[in-house]
């Protein structure tokens, strides 16, 4: 059932679906009249990145580098060595496989305050196909020193943490969805760092979600319960710092724990939770997700099933691991 | 040039030389002959008094900035700046060991001076092209100089870096590409051929000067001039001797990246210093 404490968080009417990276685009457009330091760039995207509504606000604060995002990376530690915010948009794929260098020793070994914010993560890309489906972009992203990684929901929780990563010093990377999603959160919500939140309360299992999957996971816990198995829902934006209190006090309850996520299961959220458990409260984990596998072209919502991370896999996932319990 | 200020150029650069050996010897490895190469023209970039830098604040807003795109030869960077009064030249000593603020490549959060992080090649001119975006922006007028590597001009990253200063007519911008001629694993006509340098920058709509980078009338001529050009980046393509000073590590690709030990380090500096008599 819905968690009561958070009950008055929740969007309770059921409005249009947005995609995160239009948020994304949206929240940047306005915090751009309030702060002067924020530059854009951009690699010849703008238009699927939505910093288009940046660009089209704040021309002289935007910058295209063409198709060119390993220049654009390190030329975003310069623009920070100078005071400068610069947020950075391409596709998941480049931000973390293209540019990984970059990332890692133009941006993070000095700390430069850079904020990655890529879109079209994950298999949801749908129809573009393998060569554009970011899988490995939280696992790259997660190892890489001093790096924060963040996976907002929906629209409310994209604009929260692009708020919120305006006041943190140093990089971080936010992962962004192409797909539209139902808005979850009302706009009392707030996201905090090494915080997650639990949407739905249960005792029979956990699943944690992150990302486009948090919408997936609502769903499914909602099956369940009509089935009469009530979970633990816990939305895990801030997948680096992981809330390391919500996931164990809530697999020490229920003993159970169902990861989901649009990424490989290699790395990404569910080995997160799985480094967690093992070293706090050991419990059976299972991690749905791409597993170790490329993804395809297809419409997202039947990618979602043939990867295995629809809500009728997440439901059944939960069912047949209980009596493991 | 003035003769007195050339005077004191080469000393300062004789002596750059002198504590990149002695400071290599003592790490027991690292780069001599790219940063030998480079001395004279760090020797006039720092001691000139054509760069706005104060040593006594590092971290001045408004100062010119210096990015060390080929960042192992980080010992000339390191000489130059304990020479300027950025650190204790006893630091030099502690090159590459455990705990020292002088880094195998240079790192901008441990040593006074160094501007930005670098080592991974082709990564520095970007940085540089988004910092004089950044100057550019708040009509800060200041200078960025990057010092970029022949060898280094294999990464595509480079070309990246090239066109885009390009494109936003970055003419607070001056690279000057260090053109000794040799890489890791041999001559670069041979391993990965960059000629015709100053015609690749010039295509790319770069102001491009070639000078002997050994020659401090040239380098002189080439930088103020550089300064003075409006509405693009400026290339100073500067011939080098990799190893220069030191006669039997001159154009001996091999020192690239090995150190000298006590024997080779006395020989060194007694061909360094026999270059002023």
Same mark, same amino acid.
Do not use: W
């Given at each position: !059932?819905?968690?009561?404490?958070?009950?008055?968080?929740?969007?309770?009417?059921?409005?249009?679906?947005? %995609?995160?990276? %239009?948020?994304?685009?949206?929240?940047? %457009?306005?915090?751009?009249?309030?702060?002067?330091?924020?530059?854009?760039?951009?690699?010849?995207?703008?238009?699927?990145?939505?910093? $288009?509504?940046?660009?089209?606000?704040?021309?002289?604060?935007?910058?295209?580098?063409?198709?060119?995002?390993s220049n654009? !990376?390190s030329a975003?530690a310069g623009?920070?060595t100078?005071?400068?915010?610069?947020?950075?948009?391409?596709? =998941?794929?480049?931000?973390?496989?293209?540019?990984?260098d970059q990332?890692?020793i133009s941006?993070?070994y000095p700390?430069?305050?850079?904020?990655?914010?890529?879109?079209? =993560?994950?298999?949801?890309?749908?129809?573009?196909?393998?060569?554009?489906?970011?899988?490995?972009?939280?696992?790259?992203?997660?190892?890489?020193?001093?790096?924060?990684?963040?996976?907002?929901?929906?629209?409310?929780?994209?604009?929260? @943490?692009?708020?919120?990563?305006?006041?943190?010093?140093?990089?971080?990377?936010?992962?962004?969805?192409?797909?539209?999603?139902?808005?979850?959160?009302?706009?009392?919500?707030?996201?905090?760092?090494?915080?997650?939140?639990?949407?739905?309360?249960?005792?029979?299992?956990?699943?944690?979600? %992150?990302?486009?999957?948090? &919408?997936?996971?609502?769903?499914?816990?909602?099956?369940?319960?009509?089935?009469?198995?009530?979970?633990?829902?816990?939305?895990?934006? =801030?997948?680096?710092?992981?809330?390391?209190?919500?996931?164990?006090?809530?697999?020490? *309850?229920?003993?159970?724990?169902?990861?989901?996520?649009? &990424?490989?299961?290699?790395?990404?959220?569910?080995?997160?939770?799985?480094?967690?458990?093992?070293? *706090?409260?050991?419990?059976?984990?299972?991690?749905?997700?791409?597993?170790?596998?490329?993804?395809?072209?297809?419409?997202?919502?039947?990618?979602?099933?043939?990867?295995?991370?629809?809500?009728? /896999?997440?439901? /059944?996932?939960?069912?047949?691991?209980?009596?493991?319990? | !040039?003035?003769?007195?200020?050339?005077?004191?150029?080469?000393?300062?650069a004789?002596?750059i030389r @002198?504590d990149i050996?002695?400071m290599l010897?003592?790490a027991?490895s690292g780069h001599p002959g790219g940063s030998l190469s480079i001395a004279d023209i760090f020797s006039y970039l720092y001691?000139?008094?054509?760069l706005?830098?104060?040593?006594?604040?590092?971290?001045?807003?408004?100062?010119?900035r210096v990015v060390l795109s080929k960042g192992h030869a980080c010992p000339v960077l390191y000489a130059t700046l304990?020479?300027?009064?950025?650190?204790?030249?006893?630091?030099?000593?502690?090159l590459r060991?455990?705990?020292?603020?002088l880094q195998g490549h240079p790192d901008m959060?441990?040593t006074?001076g160094v501007d930005i992080s670098t080592g991974s090649l082709g990564q520095g001119l970007s940085c540089a092209v988004g910092m004089a975006?950044?100057? *550019?922006?708040?009509?800060?007028?200041?200078?960025v100089f990057a010092i970029v590597g022949d060898g280094e001009c294999d990464e595509g990253q480079i070309w990246e870096a090239v066109?885009?200063a390009?494109?936003?007519?970055?003419?607070?911008l001056i690279a000057i590409v260090d053109l000794n001629g040799l890489q890791i694993d041999g001559f670069t006509k041979?391993i990965m051929d960059t000629s015709?340098m100053a015609?690749k920058w010039?295509?790319?709509?770069w102001?491009t000067?070639e000078i002997?980078g050994h020659?401090?009338?040239?380098i002189?001529?080439a930088v103020?001039?550089?300064?003075?050009? *409006?509405?693009?980046p400026v290339c100073i393509i500067a011939r080098t001797t990799k190893g220069k000073g030191?006669?039997?590590m001159e154009n001996i690709c091999d020192w690239h990246g090995t150190a000298?030990?006590?024997?080779?380090?006395?020989?060194?500096? $007694?061909?360094?210093?026999?270059?002023?008599?």
């Open positions: !059932m819905i968690n009561s404490d958070i009950k008055n968080l929740l969007n309770s009417s059921n409005g249009k679906k947005i %995609a995160t990276r %239009a948020a994304y685009g949206s929240a940047l %457009a306005e915090l751009g009249e309030v702060n002067e330091d924020i530059v854009v760039l951009d690699c010849d995207l703008s238009k699927s990145t939505k910093t $288009s509504l940046f660009a089209e606000k704040f021309p002289e604060r935007f910058f295209n580098f063409g198709v060119a995002e654009m !990376m975003a623009f920070a100078m005071g400068k915010i610069p947020f950075v948009s391409t596709f =998941s794929v480049f931000a973390s496989k293209r540019a990984c990332v890692s941006v993070a700390g430069l305050n850079v904020k990655i914010c890529a879109t079209h =993560s994950g298999i949801t890309v749908g129809e573009d196909g393998a060569t554009h489906q970011a899988i490995e972009d939280v696992a790259i992203m997660r190892s890489i020193p001093g790096i924060k990684v963040f996976s907002p929901a929906d629209a409310t929780e994209t604009k929260k @943490v692009i708020e919120k990563i305006i006041d943190l010093k140093g990089p971080c990377y936010v992962r962004l969805c192409r797909g539209s999603v139902p808005v979850i959160f009302n706009d009392d919500y707030e996201f905090e760092i090494g915080k997650g939140i639990k949407i739905m309360e249960g005792d029979s299992a956990t699943i944690v979600a %992150a990302g486009f999957t948090t &919408h997936i996971a609502i769903e499914a816990a909602k099956k369940l319960e009509d089935e009469g198995i009530e979970v633990d829902l816990i939305n895990m934006a =801030s997948i680096k710092p992981i809330d390391e209190n919500i996931v164990v006090e809530s697999a020490k *309850k229920t003993g159970l724990v169902v990861t989901v996520e649009d &990424h490989n299961v290699i790395g990404g959220l569910g080995s997160a939770v799985c480094e967690l458990l093992c070293a *706090k409260n050991p419990a059976r984990v299972i991690r749905l997700g791409v597993q170790d596998k490329f993804g395809t072209s297809g419409d997202p919502s039947v990618l979602v099933s043939a990867y295995g991370f629809d809500s009728d /896999s997440i439901a /059944s996932a939960v069912k047949e691991n209980l009596r493991y319990k | !040039m003035d003769s007195n200020l050339k005077k004191m150029l080469e000393q300062k004789r002596d @002198v050996i002695n010897c003592a027991g001691f000139s008094g054509i706005n830098i104060d040593p006594a604040d590092p971290g001045k807003e408004n100062r010119d304990a020479m300027k009064g950025y650190f204790d030249r006893s630091e030099l000593k502690t060991k455990y705990g020292s603020i959060n441990k006074p975006l950044g100057a *550019k922006l708040d009509k800060n007028d200041i200078k066109m885009s390009s494109h936003y007519r970055l003419d607070n041979d015709p015609e010039s295509s790319f709509g102001k000067f002997d020659n401090y009338d040239m002189e001529e103020k001039k550089g300064i003075s050009v *409006k509405g693009k030191v006669a039997f000298p030990d006590k024997e080779q380090k006395e020989k060194a500096i $007694s061909d360094i210093n026999k270059a002023c008599l």
